[in-house]
């Protein structure tokens, strides 16, 4: 069988893991020939393609970005764009597809399923809001580069009585700010989910440093939000993607001149941004994502179109793309509740705004 795969939205350590898993098995088990198409949808719009076979996966395992590239491209967004992905699947003699992607990736992998093209999904994004699946791959790379950011930045807030304030990545969800915070020892966690009243940020590290400790860490996520701002996250400009996400970032700077105005603490900003997307995957997210990829070229010869590669109670399943897509995974209240329990139960430690 001919397969194509593209790798699609934000990149991540993990995806050259994929691509390498799917052509072994596929080459290997199933005598398949895979054509990869270049910078995610565009590449199959534009009939933009690349030959992978073992020689072309050769040594990837442990190099962070995509062989084949990526964009944020949107067929949607084109009259034919959907026609003419069918028409450069058609011209290429592709069988099947393996679309590796976020949400935005797997709706369109969906479209074009609906459409009748066999498609078939691999989770990817370092922000882990993939519904339908515990992990996908990236998370945990991000996490581990966000740790040691922390443990960094901890070292020179202690030597400057300092309250440094940490932004990392997460739109919609606060997994990445949820998991580094609490593995960082992060004295304030903010996410999306929870939008906060500066005032009890505030108060709380006032609280914390009358009780003689003189620095404090702050993990916010892009994505979280002032409850005083109803509810409008911090943006760097206001352009938007082609698939309408606006270009977050630099709340953290906006915080922290809160957090000194109302402190009189010295207060820094620390961005972490694309840092976190980039160089090699932890030994994790390589046995993940390629425990993904061979599940996907699977998935292909058992028909099974229309789904997604899933993690579940560590087991590799089958779900319908359509699951996967339908919402965001945000952090759940189970999960809050868990990092609360590091902090002394006082009044200001709720700060999310009532
Ligand atoms: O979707 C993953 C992600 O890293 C988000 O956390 C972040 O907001 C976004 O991508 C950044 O997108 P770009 O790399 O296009 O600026």
Same mark, same amino acid.
């Given at each position: 069988?001919?397969?194509?795969?593209?790798?699609?939205?934000g990149?991540?350590?993990?995806?050259?893991?994929?691509?390498?898993? &799917?052509?072994r098995?596929?080459?290997?088990?199933?005598?398949?020939?895979?054509?990869?198409?270049m910078?995610?949808?565009?590449?199959?719009?534009?009939?933009?393609?690349m030959?992978l076979?073992?020689?072309?996966?050769?040594?990837?395992?442990?190099?962070?970005?995509?062989?084949?590239?990526?964009s944020?491209?949107?067929p949607s967004?084109r009259?034919?764009?959907?026609? #003419?992905?069918?028409?450069t699947? %058609?011209k290429?003699?592709v069988?099947?597809l393996?679309?590796?992607?976020?949400?935005?990736?797997?709706?369109v992998a %969906?479209?074009?399923?609906?459409?009748?093209?066999?498609?078939?999904g691999?989770?990817?994004?370092?922000d882990?809001d993939?519904?339908g699946?515990?992990?996908?791959?990236?998370?945990?790379? &991000?996490?581990?580069?966000v740790?040691?950011?922390?443990? #960094?930045?901890?070292?020179?807030?202690?030597?400057?009585? #300092?309250?440094m304030v940490?932004?990392?990545?997460?739109r919609?969800a606060g997994?990445?700010?949820m998991?580094?915070?609490i593995?960082?020892?992060?004295?304030v966690?903010?996410? $999306?989910? *929870? $939008?906060?009243?500066?005032?009890?940020?505030?108060?709380?590290?006032?609280h *914390?440093?009358?009780?003689?400790?003189?620095f404090?860490?702050?993990v916010?996520a892009?994505g979280?939000?002032?409850a005083?701002?109803?509810?409008? $996250?911090v943006? %760097?400009?206001?352009?938007?993607?082609?698939?309408?996400h606006?270009?977050?970032?630099?709340?953290?700077?906006?915080?922290?001149?809160e957090?000194e105005?109302?402190?009189?603490?010295e207060?820094?900003?620390?961005?972490l941004?694309h840092? %976190? *997307?980039?160089?090699?995957?932890t030994?994790?997210?390589?046995?993940?994502?390629?425990?993904?990829?061979? &599940?996907?070229?699977?998935?292909v010869?058992?028909?099974?179109?229309?789904?997604?590669?899933?993690?579940?109670?560590?087991?590799i399943?089958s779900?319908p793309?359509k699951?996967?897509?339908?919402?965001?995974r945000?952090?759940?209240?189970?999960m809050?509740q868990? &990092?609360?329990?590091?902090?002394?139960?006082t009044?200001? #430690?709720?700060?999310?705004?009532?």
């Open positions: 069988m001919k397969v194509g795969i593209l790798t699609g939205g990149d991540c350590p993990g995806l050259n893991a994929v691509i390498r898993a &799917a052509v098995k596929g080459v290997f088990h199933y005598r398949d020939e895979f054509v990869g198409f910078e995610g949808w565009r590449g199959v719009i534009e009939d933009k393609t030959a076979d073992l020689e072309a996966v050769g040594g990837i395992l442990p190099r962070g970005g995509t062989i084949l590239r990526t944020r491209t949107n967004k009259p034919d764009g959907v026609e #003419r992905c069918a028409a699947l %058609q290429n003699g069988e099947a393996i679309a590796i992607g976020g949400d935005d990736t797997l709706s %969906q479209k074009l399923h609906e459409s009748g093209i066999k498609v078939v691999v989770p990817k994004t370092i882990n993939l519904a699946t515990d992990y996908t791959f990236g998370f945990d790379t &991000a996490c581990n580069i740790c040691e950011a922390i443990d #960094r930045v901890h070292t020179t807030a202690e030597a400057h009585n #300092r309250v940490v932004e990392v990545m997460g919609d997994w990445i700010a998991y580094s915070g593995a960082g020892g992060a004295d966690i903010l996410i $999306p989910e *929870r $939008p906060f009243d500066v005032d009890k940020v505030a108060e709380s590290i006032r *914390r440093h009358e009780r003689g400790l003189y404090s860490i702050v916010v892009e979280a939000k002032f005083s701002e109803s509810g409008a $996250p943006v %760097q400009d206001m352009g938007k993607d082609e698939f309408g606006a270009k977050l970032g630099g709340i953290a700077n906006v915080l922290a001149r957090i105005k109302r402190t009189g603490y207060t820094r900003a620390v961005v941004g840092i %976190q *997307r980039g160089g090699s995957p030994a994790f997210d390589r046995v993940l994502a390629t425990r993904y990829g061979l &599940a996907a070229i699977d998935m010869h058992r028909s099974e179109f229309g789904c997604m590669a899933a993690l579940r109670a560590n087991k399943i779900i793309l699951e996967a897509i339908a919402k965001n945000t952090v759940d209240d189970e809050i868990i &990092a609360a329990g590091l902090f002394e139960k009044s200001e #430690r709720d700060l999310s705004a009532k």
